[in-house]
């Protein structure tokens, strides 16, 4: 890919959209983006505009890009002005019945060979392709927050994508200065929300359970995973801390206890599932009392910026896999 040629369109500009858009400006595309009025423009705009402010202090992000990005980015006023992309990638709502209008209404817009790739965390692309036009153009690219500064890129095939687009996929992640996860079957969660959900069930589970609160399990697991997952993955980390064999044992120990042997809703969830919600800053939370996520959001960011600093610096992953410095 061409990168100061290649326009690349954002369809969704929420809290993941806009920072994907961040991405791809700061790695010299120009960017479309499309989003719903709930999104005000001036409050993607500033949101773009500190994301590279924050790539030009905490990498080798030239100057010149923080400065002149405008020129290269534009609002999509109707499905039409997207007509011009190259590449489009897909981060509107988790929600299968609209995504699939959406990608109904924009495939009359562009063209038939420009791959879009679905930000999608859970609905398998499989699914997505079914009703489309061109299924084939489809695959699953999921990113992580904050989608300008992480490495983490996960690239899925649907059923029908074909060989050329997931290559084009694989090519503008590494473009994007991503670590892309190549996933070879399209299964919901991919890999790392699959086993996220795995998590957060039985962290639910305890808590239904009365084995601890909500508070100590966020301590345990942050005192314990916090410190060796930013370091490495589940394997490596067994490797290390006695390996496979005393794994097994373990396993097999705790296997029958686990929630996952009951396939219902913790009870926990029940009552956030049946509330009506507006959109994610109306949603309740489990920590209602004190509500800082906005502040918690931003601690976040500098966080993973320095989180990823240990990570150039720790990882016994780097002789696989070189990211690039945004
Ligand atoms: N939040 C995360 O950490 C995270 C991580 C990875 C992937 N994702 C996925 O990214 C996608 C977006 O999630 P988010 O957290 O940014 O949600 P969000 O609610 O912040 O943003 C979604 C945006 O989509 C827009 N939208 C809705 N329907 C649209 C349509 N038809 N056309 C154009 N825009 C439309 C809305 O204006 C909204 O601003 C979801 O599929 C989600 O599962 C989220």
């Known amino acids: 890919m061409t990168k100061n040629n290649e326009t690349i369109g954002v369809a969704g500009l929420g809290l993941l959209g806009r920072g994907i858009a961040a991405s791809c400006i700061a790695n ?29 202090e905490q990498t080798k992000l030239d100057p010149e890009i923080q400065k002149n990005w405008k020129t290269r980015f534009q609002f999509a006023d109707s499905m039409n002005s997207m007509a011009s992309c190259d590449f489009l990638i897909e981060s509107i709502v988790e929600n299968l019945e609209s995504k699939r209008d959406f990608f109904n209404e ?9 791959p879009i790739g679905s930000n999608t965390s859970s609905i398998p692309i499989t699914l997505l392709q079914k009703k489309a036009l061109n299924p084939e153009r489809f695959f699953g690219m999921h990113w992580a927050e904050p989608a300008y500064a992480t490495r983490f890129l996960e690239l899925i095939r649907g059923e029908y994508t074909s060989d050329d687009v997931f290559e084009k996929g694989e090519s503008l992640a590494y473009a ?3 670590q892309p996860s190549l996933i070879k079957k399209d299964v ?86 049946k509330e009506k919600s507006n ?36 990882d016994p992953m780097t002789e696989k896999q070189e990211g690039s410095d945004c």
């Open 106 to 114: 924009i495939e009359k817009h562009i063209h038939k060979n420009v």
């Open 188 to 273: 919901p969660g991919f890999i790392v929300n699959r086993i996220g959900y795995a998590m957060y069930r039985e962290a639910a589970f305890m808590v239904d359970q009365g084995i601890a609160d909500i508070e100590t399990i966020d301590l345990s697991c942050r005192n314990a995973l916090g410190l060796w997952t930013g370091m490495c993955g589940p394997f490596q980390w067994m490797d290390i801390t006695g390996g496979p064999k005393l794994y097994a044992e373990c396993i097999e120990r705790v296997l029958p206890t686990l929630c996952s042997n009951n396939n219902k809703l913790p009870k926990l969830f029940e009552k956030f599932r």
């Open 176 to 178: 994007l200065g991503k």
């Open 28 to 56: 010299g595309f120009r960017v479309i983006g499309y989003t719903q009025a709930d999104q005000p423009h001036d409050k993607i705009i500033d949101y773009i505009e500190n994301a590279l402010i924050e790539l030009t």
């Open 279 to 314: 959109g994610l800053n109306s949603r309740s939370k489990f920590y209602e009392q004190k509500d800082n996520t906005i502040e918690l959001q931003e601690r976040y960011h500098e966080f993973a910026w320095r989180m990823k600093a240990l990570i150039d610096e720790f």
